[in-house]
């Protein structure tokens, strides 16, 4: 079949959709909607409308971005926008069918607001509305709109023309386009993308290979698997125009094991792009033969980096290798020319091709051109994924975006980058976010992890985190990463159990700056960047920690006490049942509880369970 | 040949030595742990770093594996440079406090003490007895087992290794004397490794001088005969002088 054919049919299958005259239901069963409890929602959806008889569309989505309001669920009726319900339970659930889809009341208390064309009276339009408003949806513009697991959705609404175009153009003209865009690598390390395409294309070597790292190790970061989930043609269809225009035979996707359902979704979307000619032998009629295999990762944060990621997927074992060595783009897997880029980088090359370099420059920075995708977690009010041209401020992010800082607390640190980034302070929530800024600010772009925290963060605590994270995942063949993080990690737990000294803080930055200078690999010479950051911002949280044992966001547990607010407890009992050590006793009636310091353990529960907030923490 | 500076010395360098080999031939000290010219260099202890400049760009890198090049400026004890090796060696120290080559190795260096939490190793995780059985006895008994700080020498599953041939490399190589090999009559145990084997007895002297197994696996895999190797390393000179 032709694509004009291709597309035709896939257009058949969206059209029935969108003008059956039938209500279109999705529902967001990505990951993150899933541990909401869309499964449920989706089951009742399915079994009460059947028992009614009412004739609807149900078809499962991605996350479209606002994590916070899962499980998401857009209702679409004819001749209407379309509405997106939000933290929608069973009962929610029969409640929209009965008022909405079988009524005429779109319960407006519900919806988080309107998609499409028209408005509904009540609801605002969502991408109007503050938290949508800055963002723009470029690379995750299909994500919570298609059935990841149907091609011909991705198809209908422009799927694989990327493809088509780029099947008409020259390797070289492709990798101008690319170039021109400005796009650098979305995994973190910036570099130009088309300069990379470039150096591999260059290469006379028939055995070349593509490889996407979706390896996604920073702890708290989604990116990458909500667009596999959501959309995972978008990074098939930039793999196969990679693996054309540097000229490889074979890509491979190293996804990590952790992410059975993005697995999955791969292996759904690969054999239905074999079966339309988008993969195996003459793709399209070019000539051009090209597959793609998923290899999984066996739970090795370190095997993000490329080079142990490469090694990996040869079988051998994932470590870096030293330096110096010849680029993965000349000597990769099995030795030969390799391109290996992120996940998001790959997914927007079909858009560069489709809508010009220039188009993706349009948004951005000078040198931070396009948009850039970030998890945006930790103590906003709106946790969830977001797309953002690159420029935008931190504040912007935080505030507009994310609603700002969640149940009225204060700001105090944002994080981006993961274990290799930094913290950087309510000082400088100003800086743009792009490469360059971000760095000058003492932190890194990374691969779009950005966790917010505030009064209630102990920033040596937060320091002491990553750390652990990078110790532990250290692969131990040099001794600055394998010795050194040990060591700092051991003094940021002295710390923080109010043993330290008050030499530790220089040290720490000795220390820290040897470790960077000295290691093999990125994960060591970025391992520091926490604790350099924390001590460069914080540092009068590390002082009061050494000097004065205290932990000023009452969080280190050997530096504070709990103790009851003898004038706000009226002794009903809450805390007493849920203490896990029975440390509270009960006295009398209206009489305040008697917390013993012996049994407490700090585990926080009473402070959680707490109507009257009369437990106090210091 | 390559011209390269070293420390502000002009040398000349055969193409394709590493910076270590081209400075130790001159004379220039530059301290290694885990390198020995009998086996490939792995770069992992990193006291040999040096700093390098070229083309105005300045980096550091284990000069144990990079290649001299033509007018490249190469600094062995800049400040960089020695902040890293010291603290190497500082975090060694506190891994092996009583091991006397490293204690003694880090005095050299000006690291008398470590106010770092200490352990009690005498194993600095070097791999040069990995490489060596590997490299060299070609019979890959033990490796570097295990992530991160819980990386250790060991045979598989850490139980007695199958495949050792008793030949003592490791133990040889190794530059901390881990490697305990004791030979008592005619037995032969590498405590590290479990292992224990039985020795040949010389034909002529009747000393105990090599494993069986070890004689065994030459022969085999040098494809001579048996009798090539029942005599001990003295009385086979002395045949070959009395041809």
């Given amino acids: ?618 | 040949m390559v011209t390269l500076t070293i420390d502000g010395q002009e040398i000349q360098a055969k193409e394709g030595a590493t910076i270590l080999e081209a400075a130790r031939e001159k004379g220039i000290e530059i301290p290694t742990l885990c390198y020995h010219d009998s086996v490939s260099s792995a770069g992992a202890c990193r006291l040999c770093m040096v700093e390098l400049t070229k083309n105005n760009q300045t980096r550091l890198a284990a000069s144990c594996l990079y290649p001299v090049e033509e007018g490249l400026m190469v600094k062995t004890d800049s400040p960089k440079v020695m902040n890293v090796r010291k603290t190497a060696m500082e975090l060694l120290l506190a891994r092996c406090p009583n091991s006397e080559p490293i204690q003694d190795m880090a005095r050299a260096m000006g690291v008398d003490t470590t106010d770092l939490d200490l352990e009690d190793e005498d194993c600095i995780l070097c791999g040069l007895c990995v490489r060596v059985c590997q490299e060299i006895a070609g019979v890959s008994t033990i490796s570097l087992a295990s992530r991160g700080t819980k990386r250790k020498v060991a045979p598989p599953f850490e139980e007695a290794s199958e495949d050792c041939i008793g030949c003592g490399s490791c133990a040889h190589v190794c530059p901390t004397g881990c490697i305990k090999i004791e030979d008592i009559g005619d037995t032969r145990t590498i405590h590290n490794w479990k292992v224990e084997f039985k020795m040949r007895q010389c034909r002529e002297c009747g000393k105990y001088f090599a494993p069986e197994a070890q004689l065994d696996y030459l022969s085999e895999t040098l494809d001579l005969p048996k009798e090539n190797f029942e005599l001990c390393q003295d009385c086979r000179v002395k045949a070959a002088q009395d041809v």
């Avoid at chain 1, 009341?105 to 009540?122: C, F, K, R």
């Avoid at chain 1, 927007?348 to 993706?360: D, Q, R, S």
């Avoid at chain 1, 998890?375 to 504040?395: D, F, H, Q, Y």
């Avoid at chain 1, 000295?518 to 911002?537: D, E, H, M």
């Fill in chain 1, 1 to 618: 079949m032709t694509f004009v054919e291709i597309k035709e049919q896939a257009k058949k299958v969206w059209d029935v959709l969108q003008t059956s005259g039938k209500p279109l239901i999705t529902i967001g069963t990505a990951t993150c909607g899933r541990s909401a409890g869309a499964m449920a929602v989706l089951h009742t959806f399915r079994e009460e409308l059947n028992k009614r008889k009412v004739e609807a569309n149900v078809v499962e989505v991605g996350c479209m971005g606002p994590c916070y309001a899962e499980p998401l669920v857009s209702i679409a009726k004819q001749g209407h926008p379309a509405i997106i319900y939000r933290n929608v339970t069973s009962e929610r659930a029969v409640e929209l069918i009965e008022n909405y889809i079988l009524g005429s009341d779109p319960m407006s208390q519900y919806a988080l607001g309107t998609v499409g064309a028209g408005s509904i009276e009540g609801i605002p339009i969502l991408y109007d509305s503050p938290a949508f408003l800055p963002q723009e949806r470029r690379v995750f513009r299909n994500c919570g709109v298609v059935d990841p697991t149907n091609i011909d959705h991705y198809i209908a609404i422009g799927g694989y023309s990327g493809l088509v175009k780029a099947l008409e153009m020259t390797p070289t003209q492709i990798v101008e386009e690319v170039k021109n865009s400005g796009l650098r690598g979305r995994g973190g390390g910036g570099f130009p993308a088309g300069r990379k395409w470039e150096s591999c294309l260059v290469i006379p070597e028939k055995e070349k290979y593509v490889v996407c790292n979706a390896d996604e190790g920073d702890p708290g970061a989604f990116m990458d698997r909500s667009l596999i989930e959501g959309d995972p043609h978008a990074l098939l269809e930039g793999m196969i125009i990679a693996g054309y225009a540097v000229g490889a035979i074979r890509g491979y996707i190293y996804v990590r094991a952790e992410y059975p359902l993005a697995i999955e979704r791969l292996q759904i979307a690969l054999e239905q792009a074999r079966n339309k000619g988008f993969l195996g032998t003459n793709i399209m009629g070019s000539g051009f033969n090209y597959d793609i295999e998923i290899f999984q990762g066996a739970g090795a944060f370190v095997c993000g980096e490329s080079t142990a990621l490469t090694l990996s997927i040869e079988g051998k074992r994932g470590m870096p290798k030293v330096a110096p060595r010849p680029r993965t783009t000349e000597v990769g897997i099995y030795d030969k020319p390799t391109l290996l880029n992120n996940v998001k980088t790959f997914a927007f090359v079909p858009l560069i091709l489709n809508k010009g370099a220039e188009w993706f420059a349009g948004v951005g920075t000078e040198k931070s051109t396009g948009t850039a995708v970030f998890a945006l977690t930790g103590k906003v009010t709106n946790c969830g994924l977001i797309e953002v041209p690159m420029g935008i401020t931190l504040r912007e992010i935080i505030y507009e975006v994310g609603g700002g800082i969640a149940s009225g607390k204060k700001f105090k640190a944002v994080q981006t980058g993961g274990p290799s980034g930094g913290c950087l302070p309510e000082s400088l929530l100003d800086t743009p976010i792009d490469y360059d800024s971000l760095n000058a600010a003492g932190s890194i772009m990374g691969s779009g992890g950005m966790v917010v925290m505030d009064e209630d963060t102990c920033m040596v605590d937060v320091a002491r985190y990553f750390l652990d994270f990078t110790e532990k995942e250290s692969c131990g063949q040099c001794i600055p990463c394998r010795l050194g993080t040990k060591q700092m990690l051991d003094i940021l737990e002295e710390i923080c159990q109010g043993k330290g000294k008050p030499e530790d803080i220089d040290f720490l930055v000795e220390l820290g700056e040897a470790i960077h200078a000295g290691s093999v690999c990125g994960l060591g010479q970025t391992a520091a960047n926490p604790v350099l950051s924390t001590i460069r911002y914080f540092k009068d949280e590390y002082v009061a920690h050494i000097k004065e044992k205290r932990c000023p966001a009452g969080v280190c547990r050997e530096l504070i006490t709990y103790s009851i607010d003898n004038v706000k407890c009226k002794g009903c009992s809450l805390c007493i049942k849920s203490c896990p050590t029975e440390a509270i006793t009960f006295v009398e009636k209206k009489k305040p509880v008697i917390l013993d310091q012996d049994k407490c353990i700090k585990c926080g529960t009473c402070r959680d369970i707490c109507k009257l907030d009369a437990v106090i923490v210091r």
